[in-house]
């Protein structure tokens, strides 16, 4: 028997920035695969409407309204957990400035949310996770959301390349730390994804129309896309996969 099953069942992930976009999509995606949810972001409004959606999978799901750049706060919640088995690391921006133009503020800022952030996030959950006994036994995996920007430089991006980039680079050292704990750890790189953080970037016509003519596949990743992603790499089935990139990207980087 090669074939693995989905196995998510008992199963409690952590999701961040799961009020909307691609948080939500994911959040939602683990629920039907069975596992119970710890969402965060800073809307309540938000998180009150995923939860209710993912207690209609008969699960768990406990929501914290937070800041993920609020250290203490971060780690408050994490540390009251009594378990967490996946981390979707998704809480993320970009404000996007041609590097002559780049304000401080912005940058400073940027790296703040997509960088340390992730970095406390991704520490704060492994410490959760090594606690648990039976973790060598189980696993443990943290999927960080990169974008194909962790791999190619693109334009009016130098920050959130930099902030990407680094995201890869943590993701590798950490899968080598947390191997022996039998935490994987990777990242999952989208192409542009319709949510509400790139809706007002697509409205733009030659932005739109630059962008698919770099997508080998013409089109733009679903919400969908980017959630089996995670539940693949979140299951057994990818049992032998850390310390790597899943791109989902149609085609973009290959060129």
């Known amino acids: ?89 998704n809480a993320g921006t970009n404000i996007p400035e041609h590097f002559t133009k780049v304000k401080n503020s912005n940058m400073e800022y940027l790296v703040k949310v997509n960088t340390i952030a992730s970095f406390n996030i991704a520490q704060l959950s492994a410490l959760k996770m090594i606690e648990l006994k039976t973790r060598k036994k189980i696993g443990g995996v943290i999927i960080n959301m990169s974008s194909q920007m962790g791999h190619v430089g693109g334009p009016i991006r130098s920050v959130y390349n930099m902030n990407k980039f680094g995201l890869e680079g943590l993701t590798k050292g950490m899968s080598i730390d947390l191997a022996k704990y039998n935490i994987r750890v990777n990242t999952i790189c989208p192409t542009f994804v319709v949510t509400p953080m790139t809706k007002k970037f697509l409205k733009d016509k030659k932005f739109m129309k630059e962008v698919l003519g770099n997508i080998p596949l013409g089109k733009f990743a679903e919400l969908s896309d980017i959630a089996s992603a995670v539940v693949f790499l979140a299951s057994d089935q990818a049992s032998m996969i850390t310390g790597t990139s899943l791109l989902v990207d149609g085609g973009w980087t290959a060129k």
Do not use: P, W
């Open 1 to 89: 028997m090669y074939l693995k099953k989905y196995n998510l069942k008992n199963k409690t992930a952590l999701v961040t920035g799961a009020g909307k976009g691609l948080g939500r999509a994911c959040a939602i995606a683990l629920a039907e695969a069975g596992t119970n949810l710890i969402i965060i972001s800073r809307t309540e409004k938000d998180l009150k409407e995923v939860s209710k959606i993912i207690k209609k999978f008969r699960v768990k799901c406990k929501y914290f309204v937070c800041d993920v750049t609020k250290y203490e706060q971060i780690k408050k919640v994490i540390n009251s957990q009594k378990r967490i088995d996946v981390v979707v690391n």
